[in-house]
């Protein structure tokens, strides 16, 4: 069997880079989108990844931008033939009271964070119904389950990212496609450990686990869930949180 062909945006980001590492380790032919702006975090995550270069590209994305995924898909498909498997892991966050939120710091967070998964799903779907074969997963977040003081942005694109994700896994069910997400806990990523030490401590003392996820243990869930085997789960949330978050 040829290698699965695997797009996950963000791909360059804490977590994007352990996926892209995961896939490419289970033989999939992976592409890593992202945004070309950062050369410091690029020349990183080719040094990450120096081991599996054959297997992980990268290439540049504004998510934001419905033409420029359009482009992608094209690009990709012509190159590769087709799109087996999607991960949306690009995320950014402006965090704010909504008292003192700006209307560019809310559009900027749902055009990236929501927008950008309907830019890259509209434009891979139909060829997976046609192929009869596909795997998307979405990373959300367990703060569009619970809410986050300063984060009604960012909360409210991760929680429509599953709203998303539920109703797009009806429409292609039957079509070989599922359509996951995956709500990550507090993970040992650059973001988190941008939030004030005092107030990382006192959300590590809230996980049960008593410590943060490491970027690995979220990529072990994206395997899982594009795995070939995995055609009977979809419009599901896994979430993977060390126990903050507990509902059924």
Not at 4 to 16: D, E, K, P, Q, S
Not at 38 to 61: C, G, K, M, S, Y
């Amino acid at each position: 069997m040829t290698r699965r062909v695997a797009v996950v945006t963000g791909g360059i980001g804490g977590l994007g880079t352990e996926i892209c590492r995961q896939l490419a380790a289970a033989d999939c032919q992976v592409i890593a989108a992202d945004l070309a702006s950062r050369p410091e975090r690029l020349a990183a995550f080719q040094a990450e990844t120096t081991d599996l270069a054959d297997r992980i590209a990268f290439v540049p994305l504004d998510i934001a931008d419905f033409a420029s995924c359009a482009g992608l898909v094209a690009q990709i498909e012509q190159q590769h033939g087709r799109i087996d498997i999607l991960v949306n892991a690009a995320g950014i966050t402006r965090d704010t009271t909504l008292r003192k939120m700006t209307a560019d710091q809310w559009h900027s967070v749902l055009t990236v964070n929501l927008d950008g998964v309907f830019n890259m799903c509209r434009n891979v779907v139909e060829g997976m119904c046609q192929r009869g074969f596909g795997r998307i997963v979405n990373i959300s977040s367990v703060n569009g389950q619970t809410g986050q003081f300063g984060q009604t942005n960012y909360a409210a694109a991760k929680a429509g990212m599953h709203g998303f994700t539920m109703a797009l896994a009806r429409e292609v069910a039957r079509k070989g496609v599922t359509v996951n997400s995956v709500s990550p806990g507090y993970c040992r990523t650059a973001m988190v450990m941008q939030i004030p030490e005092d107030v990382r401590n006192q959300i590590i003392a809230d996980i049960p686990v008593g410590r943060l996820g490491e970027p690995a243990e979220i990529a072990r869930v994206v395997h899982f869930l594009v795995d070939d085997g995995s055609g009977f789960i979809t419009g599901a949330n896994i979430p993977v949180n060390g126990g903050y978050f507990m509902d059924f």
